[in-house]
């Protein structure tokens, strides 16, 4: 088949599911060739939700330390990497205009840290090839003879991306039938979990609600460490949250059989071989050195400061989540992520079976699929199975 950057000519028709990350920035790029007409069809009202709510309305764009270790599946994200890394993805935004700022852990923001800027930077690059039709839901899909008929705005398309994201952060009544005409589909999903979201801790105690402090977190499974990182924490009224327990999260969603786990908290996280017994020789209580609601812990429960430990219960759920795992599965992709066993359809973003951890992993698979699907349809079908 001619790549669409020769066919100068003929109008090429495409519809972009979805107007989150993933649907927008294929649209800016998509939007440079004027032989393309983009249809972006979003169920809600507002497009970006999610983008302009992320990293605290800051949003972490990408990280300078991207890898597929990051990531529920490395195996497929490494692949990815070899294609669009990091730099492509950030002189993509550049070339759109978005200058932006690195912190000293790696993290990528906007500049100007207001997430909402970035929607108006993509925006601002769609030209008047792109239509952007709020509040249609797509409910069905189905490939003719001339191309893929889409329910919910009975119009045919040359190509069709799917960008839906899943329920994450959603309320009940929001996320129910999430995603669900998917199974117009003959194609393998695997069932959505909240990830990167808090614990609910068994005996916790209520006196921490919220205490928000600094601390090393290792979470074990019996005796097998599976995670340690070093952050803030967030006491909540029944467990525990924030960046490095998303984190550990991420870890725990992941695993088949949770048996067994739990948190080893030190909140003497600035010297990890700090001697409490000679500190308390000198001084009556831990208040110089902990938290004042740890101390008010330590006083009363005679809490080990160093190893506090705190059995899970369970993850909080999706309304709390950041991302969910599971999705359609990677085996059903083409390394440009064309569906194998459908003809000109692609699925982009979170509602892939990938999910990373805190950091700017999950914008930046969401901007990376987003980008060779930009270069699949406009320069061809390299690494197509059909
Ligand atoms: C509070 C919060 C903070 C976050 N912070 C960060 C961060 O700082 N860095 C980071 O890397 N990640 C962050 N994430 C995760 C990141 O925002 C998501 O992974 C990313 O936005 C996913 O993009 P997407 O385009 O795949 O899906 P989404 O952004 O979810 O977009 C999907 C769109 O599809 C629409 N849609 C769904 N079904 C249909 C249908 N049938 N028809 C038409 N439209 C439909 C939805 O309404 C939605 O607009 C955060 C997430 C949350 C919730």
Redesign the pocket.
């Known amino acids: 088949m001619l790549s669409l950057h020769k066919q100068k000519k003929i109008k090429v028709k495409i519809a972009i ?9 294929l649209a800016a790029l998509l939007s440079k060739h004027p032989q393309l007409q983009i249809y972006v ?4 009202t ?6 302009k ?4 309305g ?5 990280n300078a330390h991207i890898s597929g270790d990051c990531y529920n599946n490395a195996a497929f994200v490494n692949k990815l990497l070899q294609q669009v890394d990091g730099n492509k993805v950030l002189q993509a935004f550049h070339d759109m205009g978005l200058a932006t700022v690195t912190d000293e852990e790696g993290r990528i923001y906007p500049a100007s840290l207001y ?1 909402p800027a970035v929607v108006e930077v993509l925006y601002a690059n769609m030209k008047n090839n792109v239509h952007i039709l709020t509040e ?4 069905t899909l189905e490939y003719r003879s001339s191309g893929w008929h889409v329910g ?1 705005v009975d119009m045919f398309f040359d190509r069709l991306v799917l ?4 329920p ?2 959603m309320i009940r009544k929001n996320r129910a039938g ?2 669900d ?1 998917l199974s117009c589909l003959d194609i393998k999903i695997n069932a959505y979990k909240p990830s ?1 979201t808090g614990f609910k801790i068994k005996h916790y105690p209520a006196m921490l609600h919220g205490c928000r402090t600094r601390a090393v977190v290792k979470l074990w499974q019996g005796k097998t460490l599976l995670f340690e990182e070093r952050g803030e924490l967030t006491f909540k009224e029944d467990g525990v949250s924030g960046i490095v327990i998303l984190n550990a999260s991420a870890i725990y969603n992941r695993l088949k059989n949770k048996n067994g786990c739990y948190l080893m908290v030190n909140f003497l996280y600035y010297d990890e071989r700090f001697d409490i017994q000679q500190y308390l020789q000198q001084h009556a209580s831990l208040c110089g050195v902990v938290h004042p609601k740890i101390n008010e812990l330590y006083c009363k429960q005679h809490i080990d400061v160093q190893n506090y430990r705190m059995d899970i219960e369970e993850p909080y759920d999706y309304e709390f ?3 969910c795992t599971g999705g359609i599965d990677t085996e059903e992709l083409t390394a440009d992520f064309e569906l194998k066993a459908y003809p000109h359809l692609y699925a ?4 892939l079976d990938i ?2 951890v ?9 901007f990376a699929s ?1 980008y060779t699907v930009a270069q699949n349809i406009v320069y061809g079908d390299k690494n197509s199975e059909h």
């Open positions: 599911v979805g107007a989150g990350a993933a649907g927008l920035f069809l979003e169920k809600s507002k497009t970006g939700t999610k983008l709510a992320s990293g605290g800051k949003a972490n764009l990408l997430a249609t839901e797509v409910k919910g960008a839906t994201g899943t994450a952060g999430y995603n005409y990167l989540a950041q991302v982009i973003g979170e509602m999910d990373g805190c950091g700017g992993y999950n914008l930046f698979f969401a987003a």
